[in-house]
């Protein structure tokens, strides 16, 4: 009969197995990380705290579909607490990503579930589509811009676990300042690369603005109030006054909206620069974020100036 190993021998395995499963783990983890973040010295967007709040950072994919979210909250007229909400249950169900999996049926941004008559996979998939749906529901939760964010969103989601929306409240205020322009300049995102092989162009910067902040964002076609497409066919400009009737104190917030949504845009529209309110954001000097710009005129400064790449 063979000698059984000592105790100090099972020891030794047992520690080896145990360190060896401690990494599988933390590599899992780690690879995780960096499916969802980018890694180390990837593109960011980071949007500053207000008073004493951290700043914190978002993917581009994340910072895109956030603008999504808002620009379609800001299409419906919807205050800053539906946007809110909205942001903070997105984070909860998705964080922010648009992801064809979940518990049973769930998938998008909200997790929202064919089988619950939310719509088909395809629609769900449409971030456009599934934010729509969910301000849809949230504008039938009665006195929804009162109730504490958990009910609110509890009131749509039917979720399983209500209260774990509540964690990103702070989070997802301090994005919808920066997304519906109340807090300027608020959010900047490094260079990141086109998502795509395919051309961006001033067409499918319009396409997009109509598609997720609706028909008034821009002027009629051939009107004299602008939405011009320059001749190269790279930008747009949009006169911030001809977005709608609004008080004069407004003008800001919303030219700060539309350009801080192009930011976020920036890699699948193939945005190389930015201007408003006497500052650029350019794509190959990104890092410095918004630029102070000289000699700008008073006409310039009132609208939002978007360039393509080539």
């Given amino acids: 009969m063979s000698a059984q190993p000592s105790t100090s021998v099972r020891r030794t395995r047992l520690w080896r197995i145990t360190a060896a499963v401690s990494v599988l783990i933390g590599l899992a983890v780690y690879l995780t990380v960096q499916y969802i973040t980018g890694g180390p010295g990837a593109p960011r967007c980071t949007v500053r705290g207000e008073g004493d709040a951290e700043a914190y950072e978002l993917s581009p994919e994340q910072a895109a579909n956030a603008a999504t979210i808002s620009a379609v909250g800001s299409s419906r007229g919807l205050p800053e607490r539906a946007v809110t909400i909205a942001l903070a249950t997105a984070m909860q169900e998705s964080g922010l990503r648009n992801i064809d999996f979940g518990d049973r049926d769930s998938v998008g941004l909200f997790q929202q579930r064919p089988s619950q008559d939310w719509g088909t996979v395809q629609k769900i998939m449409d971030p456009v589509y599934s934010a729509g749906e969910f301000y849809r529901h949230l504008a039938n939760v009665p006195g929804y811009s009162r109730l504490p964010l958990t009910v609110a969103a509890q009131k749509v989601q039917h979720s399983g676990y209500p209260q774990a929306y509540a964690k990103h409240e702070a989070n997802a205020a301090q994005l919808t300042g920066a997304l519906m322009g109340r807090d300027r300049g608020a959010m900047t995102c490094t260079e990141s690369r086109p998502v795509d092989s395919r051309a961006g162009g001033a067409a499918k910067v319009r396409e997009k603005l109509l598609r997720e902040f609706g028909p008034r964002v821009l002027p009629r076609a051939g009107s004299a109030a602008g939405g011009r497409t320059a001749g190269d066919g790279r930008s747009v400009t ?72 080539q």
Wanted: hydrophobic share 45%; net charge positive; proline share 3%.
């Fill in 238 to 309: 949009i006169p911030v006054r001809a977005a709608g009737a609004m008080a004069a104190g407004d003008v800001q917030r919303r030219g700060w909206e539309l350009a801080t949504w192009a930011m976020a845009h920036s890699a699948e529209l193939h945005v190389e620069q930015i201007s408003y309110a006497g500052r650029t954001w350019t794509a190959a000097d990104s890092g410095k974020g918004w630029q102070q710009k000289p000699g700008s005129s008073a006409a310039a400064a009132r609208d939002v100036r978007i360039i393509t790449e």
